[in-house]
C-alpha cells in the first residue's frame, strides 16, 4: 500500500493555500485607526473578545487553506496503491481502450444475434464500470475510424462510437490494434490502464505472434482483457471465388463462371447456388458440398452485348450471411481482334502469316473462333487502333518507326499484349539497341541463329504451372517435344528485366520468353511458325496453344475484390483460449468468455488501486458549507453591528 | 457679544427661563434666591429668643404682648447666586464623531448658561481643567463678565489628561460660601475618585450639577468595521471586531451612566446625560424647564 498522485504537477496548485495566508496578513495590516476617548470599556473586552476572534480568524483561516489544499490534492487524483479489491471499492479511475474486432466474421448470427452486437453490449457493460473521472476510446480493428490522439474523458461520446460501430468488409491486424491501444494508453493519468480486445479469435487472425512493447511503469497496471466471443460449433458454408473466364470475352461467345463453395463445418451440407448477372437471376444449381471441403460449380452462359458487366455467385443465406454472395466483374467486347504487323502486305509477307492466322482464325463453317484477323504494315501501325485487340503480333519484323513504338508502348502499359515472333528479316542492332536497351520492349538481347548439330533442336523444358501450358500437362492433351526445330533465334534474356523463360530446347535456350511492361505483357518466340525453320504449326497442339496463349494475354476483367470478403472471413474456427497467452509477447492477457456470467466481477476484481477522490470531494463540500457558515456568521455579525 | 458660542437667536429663546438653585445659596446682594442668612429682609421667617446683643428694634412687642417674653423677629434675606462652571478640556473631550466635539459642546452650554445667570443678577465664574485647573474666571454678575467668559471658551483646546477629581477638589477648597457647581465633563476618569470630589462639594453645601456629555458613538459604538483604536489621552492602540465588543461595551457605558445617575441621586446632585448628537438648546431646555417644575 501507498499513496500515489495520478496527476502529479497539479500537486503546484498546492502554492494557492499562500493566498489566504497572505490575504488574511495584509488584510490586517490594511485596518484604519480610529481616535476615541473611551478605551477604558474596550481593554479588557476587547482582550477577550479579539482572542476569540482571532482564534475564529484563524479557524477560518485553517478551513481556507484546508479547501484549497483539499482542491489541489482532489485535482492531483491520489490513490492508494492497493492490488485487489477492498470491500465494495470500484478501484481507482481506470483508462480503458476497446479494440473492437469489427471484421466481417463477426457477424455470425448465433441465437438470434450477430456475434458483433453481443461484443457491443458487453463493451457497453464494461464501459458502465469505469468511474471516478475515467478515460475511454474505440478502437475498431480493422480501424474504420480516423487514429485518435487520445482518450475521450466524455464516456457517452464513447458509448456513443460503440453504439454506432459497424462491421467492416475487411478483416484487420489485432497485433497493430492492441498496440495502438497500450501506446495511446501511455499518455493515460489513469491508475488502470486496460486493453479489452472483443473478438472471436479467429484462427485466420492469429497467424504471427503479437508483440506488445509496454512502457516502463505500466507493467504493473496495464492489462489485456480478450473477450472471446467465437466458438468451434459453427455452421458456415461461403462463395469463395466466382469469377469469368477468361475477363474479356467476344460478343455472342459461350462464357464461363467459375465459382467455388466452401464448407467450413465438418457435417456435409447441400445448397442451392443461383448466378446472377448485371441484377438478373440466371440460373441456379444445387451442390452437395462435403464437411471442411470446396465444391466448384461452373455456369455456362451466352456472353451479354458488349461493355462491362458485373454478376454474382449466390447461395442460400446462413449465420454469416456476409460471405454468402461473391461478386465478379467480366469485359464483353465485339470482336477479339488479333493484328498482326508486317513490314509490308506483300504477298510474301503475308503468306508467312499463313499458319499463325489460319490456327486464329481457320474460316471454316464448323470451327468458330472466337478471334478476328487483321493485318498492318509497320507504317499503318502509327495510325491503328487498338479499340476491340485482342494481341498484336510482330511478325518477322524489320524495324518500327518511332511513332510506332511509342503507340506500342501505351498499349502495353495499359494492358494489351504483344507477341514476337522474329525471323530472318529482322535487323538484331535494332532489336539490341532500340527495342531491347532503348524501350525495353523486347526483353532479351538477339544473338546468332541457332542451327543444331544434328538437325532441329525439341521443347524439352516446359514451365508447366504457367497459364499457356497448365491445360497441356496431363498426358494426351498436347505434345510439344513432338516439334522439330531446325533453326532459331539465341536469345538471351535480360537477368533484371524480370523476363521469365516459359519454355526452353533441350540445349536450354529459350524457346517462349515472358515480361510484364505496365499493365500488359510481352511475349517473345525464338521463330516463326513457318516451314524451314520448324514444323510446330504442324502438330495437333499448335492450334490449341496458340488460342491458350491469346486467351491469357487478353487483359484481366475489372477487379471488384475490395467488396467480396476474405476467404479467411469464413473460417471461425477459433484459437484454443487456453493457448492464447502463446501468441502474446510481452504482456499476459486474460481471457474471458464472453458468456460467462461473472464476465464484468472478474474484471472488477483485478481492478487496482482505491480512490480517495469521492471521500476527498466529499470532506471538501464538507469543508466549503463550514466555511460558508463561518464566514457568514463572521459577516453577519459585522453587518449587525454596522446596522446594515 | 460677539462669539460662536452664543447666538441671538438661541438666547432670545431662553429669554424666559431662569437657573433655579435646589437649596438656599449665599450672595452679597440681593438677587432671587434665598439665603441662609437670617436679617432684615421683607419676608419674616421665623422667631428666635432674644438675647444679649441683639438690636432692640428687632424686637418683636406683639409677641412680647401675648407671651410676656422677648423674641427676635427673623427674616429669610433674597441673595443673588455665585455660579462656577467647570468646563473638562482634557483631550478626550476633543472627541467627535461629527461636526461638534465634547469641548465645543461643553462651551455652548458654558456660554448660555453664563448668559442665563448674568441675565439674573448672578455671578458666574468660569473653571478649565484637564489634569488642573487651566483657567479660572472668578463669578461675577456684571453684563460685561460674559464676554470675558466668552473670550476664554473662543481659545479653548484640548489637551492634557483627565484628572477630574484633583482640579474638583481644589475647587471646592477655594469656595468660601455656598455656590452652584456646573461640571461639564465626559467623566472619563476614575469613578469612585469623582464622586469623592462632588461629595466634597455637596459636604461644603455646594449645589451640584453634573453634564455628562458623551459622543454618540460613545454611546452605541457603531463602527461598521474592524479597526485599531488609539486612546485620545494615552495613545495606546488596540485593534479590534466591533461586532464582538459592541454589545459588551454597549453594557458597561450603560452602566456607568446608571451609576452616576444613582450615586448623584443619592448625593443629590443634578445629573444630566448629554449625547452631543442632541442639540445642547434642547438639553438645556428641558433641564431648566425640569428645574422649575420641581
Known amino acids: 500500500m501507498g499513496l500515489t498522485f495520478l496527476s502529479p504537477w497539479l500537486l503546484l496548485g498546492l502554492s494557492a493555500v499562500c493566498i489566504p495566508i497572505i490575504l488574511h496578513f495584509t488584510g490586517k495590516r490594511r485596518k484604519k485607526t480610529v481616535f476615541f476617548p473611551s478605551l477604558k470599556f474596550l481593554i479588557e473586552v476587547q482582550k477577550r473578545t479579539v482572542r476569540k476572534v482571532k482564534i475564529f480568524q484563524i479557524l477560518l483561516l485553517c478551513v481556507r487553506i484546508l479547501c484549497l489544499a483539499l482542491l489541489a490534492l482532489l485535482l492531483a487524483r491520489p490513490v492508494i496503491r492497493y492490488a485487489g479489491r477492498l470491500l465494495s471499492n470500484p478501484g481507482a479511475s481506470t483508462g480503458a481502450v476497446f479494440v473492437l474486432d469489427n471484421s466481417p466474421s463477426l457477424g455470425y448470427v448465433e441465437e438470434g444475434t450477430p456475434r458483433f452486437e453481443k461484443a457491443k453490449l458487453t463493451a457497453l457493460k464494461i464501459l458502465d464500470t469505469i468511474t471516478d473521472g475515467g478515460s475511454a476510446l474505440l478502437l475498431l480493428n480493422p480501424d474504420t475510424l480516423p487514429s485518435p490522439a487520445m482518450l475521450n474523458s466524455s464516456l457517452a461520446v464513447v458509448r456513443g462510437q460503440i453504439r454506432n460501430a459497424a462491421l467492416s468488409k475487411t478483416g484487420g491486424d489485432p497485433g497493430f490494434s492492441i498496440n495502438e491501444a497500450f501506446h495511446l494508453l501511455r499518455f493515460s493519468p489513469e491508475f488502470n490502464k486496460e486493453v479489452f480486445f472483443l473478438t472471436d479469435l479467429q484462427r485466420t487472425s492469429f497467424q504471427n505472434p503479437v508483440r506488445v512493447n509496454l512502457d516502463k511503469g505500466m507493467e504493473e497496471r496495464a492489462k489485456l482483457y480478450i473477450v472471446n466471443f467465437g466458438s468451434p460449433d459453427f455452421n458456415n458454408l461461403a462463395v469463395s471465388e466466382a469469377g469469368v473466364s477468361p475477363g474479356i470475352c467476344a460478343q455472342g461467345q459461350d462464357l464461363e463462371v467459375h465459382s467455388t463453395i466452401s464448407n467450413f463445418s465438418s457435417t456435409d451440407r447441400v445448397v442451392r447456388v443461383d448466378l446472377y448477372i448485371d441484377g438478373a437471376r440466371k440460373t441456379e444449381k444445387i451442390v452437395s458440398v462435403r464437411g471442411n471441403s470446396n465444391a466448384s460449380v461452373v455456369f455456362r452462359e451466352i456472353s451479354p452485348s458488349s461493355g462491362i458487366h458485373t454478376g454474382y455467385v449466390e447461395i442460400e443465406p446462413d449465420a454469416l450471411t456476409s460471405d454468402d454472395r461473391h461478386y465478379f466483374s467480366f469485359e464483353v467486347r465485339r470482336k477479339l481482334e488479333v493484328i498482326f504487323v508486317l513490314d509490308d502486305l506483300s504477298d510474301e509477307s503475308l503468306k508467312s502469316t499463313v499458319y499463325l492466322a489460319t490456327a486464329l482464325n481457320p474460316h471454316t463453317g464448323k470451327i468458330h473462333s472466337p478471334f478476328t484477323v487483321s493485318f498492318l504494315s509497320s507504317y499503318d501501325l502509327e495510325r491503328a487502333s487498338f479499340e476491340d485487340c485482342a494481341s498484336v503480333i510482330l511478325f518477322n519484323l524489320r524495324q518500327l518507326s518511332r511513332r510506332a513504338l511509342e503507340r506500342l508502348s501505351g498499349y502495353l502499359r495499359g494492358g494489351g499484349s504483344i507477341i514476337f515472333f522474329p525471323g530472318d528479316r529482322i535487323d538484331r542492332s535494332y532489336y539490341n539497341s532500340v527495342l531491347n536497351k532503348e524501350y525495353s520492349i523486347f526483353p532479351a538481347r538477339v544473338e546468332e541463329l541457332e542451327n543444331p548439330v544434328q538437325g532441329f533442336s525439341s521443347i524439352t523444358l516446359v514451365d508447366w504451372r504457367h497459364p499457356v501450358f497448365s491445360k497441356f500437362q496431363i498426358p494426351d492433351q498436347g505434345d510439344f517435344s513432338s516439334a522439330h526445330f531446325f533453326k532459331f533465334w539465341r536469345l538471351k534474356p535480360d537477368s533484371d528485366s524480370g523476363a521469365s523463360i516459359l519454355a526452353s530446347f533441350e540445349n536450354g535456350l529459350p524457346f517462349l520468353i515472358e515480361k510484364e511492361y505496365g499493365k500488359g505483357k510481352v511475349m517473345v518466340f525464338a521463330g516463326i511458325p513457318s516451314s524451314g525453320w520448324n514444323d510446330f504449326f504442324l502438330q495437333p497442339v499448335f492450334v490449341a496453344f496458340i488460342h491458350e496463349l491469346i486467351h491469357y494475354l487478353l487483359p484481366a476483367g475489372t477487379s471488384i475484390s475490395d467488396i467480396n470478403p476474405l476467404r479467411s472471413e469464413s473460417d471461425l474456427t477459433p484459437v484454443n483460449p487456453g493457448k492464447i497467452s502463446s501468441y502474446f509477447e510481452g504482456i499476459q492477457p486474460v481471457v474471458l468468455d464472453s458468456k460467462n456470467p461473472g464476465l464484468i466481477e472478474e474484471i472488477l476484481l483485478r481492478r487496482q488501486g482505491i480512490s480517495l477522490r469521492q471521500a476527498l470531494v466529499w470532506f471538501l463540500l464538507c469543508l466549503l458549507l463550514l466555511e460558508s457558515i463561518m464566514s457568514n456568521w463572521f459577516v453577519s455579525k459585522e453587518r449587525e453591528t454596522a446596522g446594515v | ?294
Open chain 2, 1 to 294: 457679544m460677539v462669539s460662536k458660542y452664543l447666538d441671538p437667536n438661541v438666547v432670545s429663546r431662553f429669554s424666559n427661563l431662569t437657573l433655579l438653585p435646589r437649596g438656599a445659596v449665599e450672595g452679597t446682594v440681593t438677587g432671587l434666591h434665598r439665603s441662609p442668612y437670617k436679617g432684615f429682609s421683607v419676608e419674616f421667617s421665623d422667631h428666635r429668643a432674644y438675647t444679649w446683643g441683639d438690636e432692640i428694634r428687632r424686637i418683636d412687642w406683639k409677641v412680647y404682648a401675648k407671651t410676656d417674653r422677648f423674641y427676635v423677629k427673623q427674616y429669610e434675606e433674597e441673595t443673588n447666586l455665585k455660579a462656577y462652571l467647570l468646563l473638562d478640556t482634557s483631550a478626550s473631550m476633543g472627541y467627535s464623531s461629527n461636526a461638534m466635539t465634547k469641548l465645543e459642546y461643553g462651551c455652548y452650554l458654558v456660554a448660555l448658561l453664563s448668559y442665563i445667570l448674568i441675565k439674573q443678577q448672578d455671578a458666574v465664574g468660569l473653571v478649565t481643567f484637564s489634569d488642573s485647573i487651566n483657567n479660572l474666571i472668578p463669578p461675577r454678575s456684571t453684563p460685561g463678565h460674559l464676554q470675558v467668559i466668552l473670550n476664554l471658551l473662543q481659545g479653548l483646546k484640548p489637551a492634557g489628561k483627565s484628572t477630574i477629581a484633583r482640579p474638583c477638589h481644589e475647587i471646592a477648597s477655594i469656595l468660601k460660601r455656598r455656590a452652584l457647581v456646573i461640571l461639564i465633563s465626559d467623566l472619563l476618569d476614575s469613578e469612585e475618585e469623582i464622586l469623592s470630589a462632588l461629595k466634597h462639594f455637596r459636604h461644603n453645601k455646594h449645589e451640584c450639577v453634573i453634564f455628562h456629555t458623551l459622543d454618540r458613538m460613545e454611546l452605541d459604538f457603531s463602527f461598521k468595521e474592524s479597526l485599531t483604536l488609539q486612546d485620545l489621552e494615552t495613545g495606546e492602540k488596540i485593534f479590534l471586531y466591533p461586532h464582538a465588543v459592541k454589545e459588551e461595551y454597549c453594557k458597561r457605558v450603560k452602566e456607568f451612566i446608571e451609576w452616576y445617575k444613582r450615586v448623584c441621586s443619592e448625593s443629590q446632585i443634578d445629573y444630566v446625560p448629554v449625547d452631543t448628537s442632541v442639540s445642547y438648546e434642547r438639553v438645556l431646555a428641558s433641564y431648566l424647564t425640569w428645574k422649575q417644575t420641581r
